[in-house]
């Protein structure tokens, strides 16, 4: 019976499975001479060669190594199994913490994406200031050369500034015309009833004028009238 040699192992590195590797090799060696020599024995004890008393000690002396190195191996492979286990459980927590972080980047990504097409939209959208009526440009550095070197922003801010100033003292002026005109129309109200007034005397003053001259002449003729008879 001829057992094949252990295949050779690539790509082992760690301390525990190359000794269980080296002790398995060694087993397997010592597997493969014990079964060499149990078959010596049974083809010279068939052919009446030797006898089981000839082979006898070799064999047991084969077989105690063998079981030492079995041993050993099995405690060798006990531990390389509770270590794998460990490993496994360490290679299953850094796979999950892999995917915590890659669910993060993925998170990042897309709040990125979000505040990229926030972003595009406020430069995008049609602020008020825009609407505005001000002045064109050039007229308000012409009127304004100290911001001939200000910035598209500075510039913006400044000409806003200017138009609420200027609005600011047309509102003035708006209000002062206003006082001005309600003054003016409280001056010709109250003219309009002083002539109101001065028209009832006048009037008043002609009809007792006239009631007074009525009464003279009418005293006058009376007494003329008299005379005659």
């Known amino acids: 019976m001829t057992v094949d040699p252990q295949p050779h192992v690539v790509g082992v590195t760690h301390p525990q ?29 068939a052919n009446g060669t030797g006898t089981k008393a000839d082979f006898k000690l070799p064999i047991q002396k084969a077989k105690k190594p063998f079981w030492t190195n079995l041993a050993v191996l099995r405690g060798q492979h006990r531990r390389a199994h509770f270590k794998a286990r460990e490993t496994k459980a360490l290679t299953a927590e850094a796979r999950q913490e ?28 049609d602020h008020t200031y825009q609407l505005l009526p001000l002045i ?8 304004h050369p100290e911001h001939a070197d ?14 609420r100033a200027e609005r600011e003292a047309l509102e003035q002026q708006r209000l002062e015309l206003q006082k001005q005109k309600t003054k003016l129309t409280t001056e010709n109200k109250k003219r309009r ?6 028209d009832q005397q006048m009037e008043k003053f002609i009809d007792a004028s006239l009631s007074t001259f009525h009464s003279i002449f009418s005293s006058q003729n009376g007494s003329g009238v008299s005379g005659d008879k």
């Open 98 to 125: 892999v995917d915590s972080l890659h669910l993060s980047l993925q998170n990042l990504r897309y709040e990125e994406r979000y505040l990229e097409l926030e972003i595009a939209a406020c430069e995008g959208f």
């Open 193 to 198: 009833e002083d002539l109101a007034n001065l």
């Open 136 to 143: 064109p440009g050039e007229e308000f550095l012409a009127q």
């Open 17 to 45: 499975l190359v000794a269980a590797l080296e002790t398995s090799k060694a087993a397997r060696e010592q597997a493969q001479g014990l079964v060499k020599l149990i078959a010596d024995a049974q083809t010279a004890i």
């Open 150 to 163: 200000s910035d598209e922003n500075t510039l913006m801010i400044a000409r806003i500034n200017n138009e």
